[in-house]
């Protein structure tokens, strides 16, 4: 595997590139991203930034939003974009089933691809690996690879900052998760001197509501809610028809899961929503639970140690009773 310094040289002349993120697209993935985009179209290269699918309505504000391409939307086009490709960067994923349909063209692709991720487990589909599953988010690793290993640190605009602030915010929990170290801090106190507008930045993401999605969120909190003390465990499980009563759109269910955590004296939490042919489900813990582990073991997942997801085939019903019978599994961690 070709090492990330080599690439540096390469970068000097202009390339046709492309970069790519996983389906359904955080503040991560699309912040990271379009953090790539803004910096390497200021060295003078074609860029285009292809996503899987569409993404949440309060990440539509983001600088260079409006250049995204979505791959549904044209995949013959998108296909030959990544055909003629001198460099795909794949973001925020380590394999190629996170990008559903996407998979095959960058799969066969004959540019170079390079991974920047920071999650358990790479594939290994990639040319060149830039990967820390110590990074709190992706778009810390984007940093360090223009600040440092590409050395252009003054290459950090304010497009770039703000990219990278809402990239890392949004993977952190507004900074409040354990993967938030003095580091980070020092990250972020750069790219709001480089122009991140931080206040603006939360407003976007934290203060852009609708209606139905608050209504939406009452409705779960009084209807949804399952506790189960005796695992110190809580979970909401949605079916489709919620979310067609409430006209959910992408983004509507994000950080719903966290209102289940945040109950005193939880340690795991979980997010159990009918969506199309799979249940998808979504994992928080805290502490030493590890999430990723019954992610992989349990419901064809993965993910971070307290962060994960997976889905599962069978019913709504069916998924929540898989997953109540395995918690005592895990009563020792669950309680001690």
Known sequence: MTRVDSIQEKLRKPNNIVITTHFKPDGDALGSSLALFHWLKGRGHQVTVIVPSDFPYFLDWLPGREHVLIYTSDKVGSDQLIADADFIFCLDFN??????????AIGNAK???IMIDHHLEPEGFEDVRYWDSSAAATAQLVYRFIAGEMNDPDGISPEVATCLYTGIMTDTGSFRFRSTTADIHRII???????????????HIYNSNTEHRLRFLGFCLANRLTVLPAFNTAYFSIS?????????QTGDTEGLVNYALSIQGIRLAALIIERGEAIKLSFRSIGEFPCNELSR??????????AAGGHSNGSLQETVEKFINILPIYQNLLTQ
């Open 95 to 104: 394999g190629l089933s996170r990008i559903n349909e996407m998979g095959p």
């Open 111 to 113: 540019g170079l691809r």
């Open 189 to 203: 106190a750069d790219l709001i001197e480089r122009g991140a507008e931080n206040w603006q930045i939360h407003e």
């Open 240 to 248: 489709r028809q919620d979310l067609e009563n409430y006209g959910i």
């Open 297 to 306: 073991e349990h419901f064809n997942g993965g993910g971070h140690l307290n």
